[in-house]
C-alpha cells in the first residue's frame, strides 16, 4: 500500500489543504463570482498540486505554485463561460439564488460585485489578489504573468473604474 514517505508526504499534502483552501476559495470567488464555479477551480488547482507533490522541492513556493494554478483556471472557467454564452441562446441571465442570500450579501455588496464584475478580467485579478489576498505587487504580478508596471497599472485603472461606476451609490 503505502510506504513511510507516501504516508508523510499526505499528512503534508493534508495540512497544506486544510490551510491554504479558504484563501484560494476567496481568490476565486473574488475572479469567477460563482461560488461553485469557484471551489471547481480551486479543487482542480490543489488536484494539479497532489499529482506534482512527491516532485516538489521547494515547499515555500507552493502557495504561488497554487495561487497561479487558481488565477488561470479562473480564466478558463471566464473563457469557457464566454464562448458557451456565445453560442447558445441564453434564456436568462438570473440565477437562483441561496435561501440565505439576502442575509449574507446586503444590497451594497451586491452594487459592489456588480460594478467589480464589469472590470476587464486584468483588473478584475490584479485587484482581487491585491485585497482579497493581500499580495504584494510582486507576487501579482508572478501570479498574473503581468510586470510589476502593468500590475500597478491595472489596479489604478481598475479603481479608478469602480469609483467611476459606483460614484455615490454606496
Do not use: C
Not at 8 to 35: I, K, N
Not at 118 to 126: K, Y
Amino acid at each position: 500500500m503505502f510506504g513511510a514517505a507516501a504516508a508523510r508526504s499526505a499528512v503534508g499534502f493534508e495540512e497544506l489543504y486544510q490551510e491554504l483552501w479558504w484563501p484560494m476559495l476567496r481568490v476565486a470567488v473574488g475572479l469567477v463570482d460563482q461560488p461553485a464555479v469557484a471551489e471547481d477551480v480551486v479543487q482542480d488547482a490543489f488536484a494539479a498540486l497532489y499529482r506534482k507533490w512527491d516532485t516538489i522541492r521547494d515547499p515555500q513556493a507552493v502557495a504561488g505554485y497554487l495561487r497561479t494554478s487558481v488565477v488561470n483556471g479562473a480564466r478558463n472557467a471566464l473563457r469557457q463561460r464566454t464562448v458557451t454564452r456565445s453560442r447558445l441562446r441564453v434564456l436568462s441571465e438570473d440565477t437562483v439564488e441561496g435561501a440565505d442570500h439576502t442575509t449574507v450579501l446586503t444590497a451594497e455588496h451586491q452594487l459592489v460585485r456588480a460594478a467589480f464584475a464589469r472590470l476587464p478580467d486584468r483588473q478584475r485579478e490584479v485587484l482581487t489578489l491585491r485585497y482579497i489576498a493581500e499580495l504584494p505587487d510582486a507576487e501579482i504580478a508572478e501570479a498574473t504573468g503581468l510586470s510589476l508596471g502593468g500590475v500597478r497599472s491595472a489596479s489604478s485603472r481598475g479603481l479608478a473604474a469602480l469609483r467611476s461606476s459606483l460614484g455615490d451609490q454606496l
